[in-house]
């Protein structure tokens, strides 16, 4: 059973890895480099969270998540992009299963640099947390779980429904 388990796990991180690629390439107008490392800072925070596995958990934590990611980014009093990192998984780690990735690391090498940039990407996310929420959100469906985003169509088409 293990033998299924780690293919699955590694192709995970391997979906993580290619999420913060693809940030890297995105072309994000003149704040490039702040947009870029909040972008991580976020998928970081997600990365950690795993849904739970049968279909009516995990669209009441998908009602949630994104919602309580930009309360709890918002809320953060953090003085470094990293503190706020911190602040959010600690917020959000209580409702949720927690399971970190070897992946995060690199992103999580970047956020906790001090630097000029990371003190602008913590200013950025405080400041324009819903779209960078949104954005991060496209990002983390289309490679890490493809299969959130046809959920929460279901979800929508339901409540349409009702």
């Known amino acids: 059973m293990s033998d299924h388990q780690q293919p699955q796990k590694s192709s995970r991180e391997e979906r993580l890895r290619q999420a913060y690629k693809a940030i890297e390439q995105m072309q994000l107008g003149e704040r490039d480099a702040e947009v870029k490392l909040a972008l991580k ?30 309360k709890y980014s918002r809320a953060s009093e953090a003085e470094t992009l990293g503190a706020l990192v911190n602040d959010v998984i600690g917020a959000l780690s209580p409702d949720w299963d ?7 690391g690199d992103p999580v090498r970047d956020i906790y640099q001090e630097s000029e940039t990371a ?4 200013e950025l996310l405080k400041e324009e947390t819903v779209p960078l929420v949104i954005l991060m959100k496209k990002i983390y469906q289309s490679f890490i779980e493809p299969e959130e985003a046809v959920e929460e169509e279901q979800t929508a088409e339901e409540a349409s429904n009702a």
């Open 119 to 122: 003190k602008r990407a913590r």
């Open 98 to 104: 927690f399971s970190p990735h070897r992946a995060l």
């Open 41 to 70: 800072a976020l998928l970081i925070a997600r990365g950690c969270i795993r849904l739970p596995e049968t279909p009516e958990a995990r669209r009441k934590t998908l009602q949630r998540l994104y919602p309580a990611l930009v």
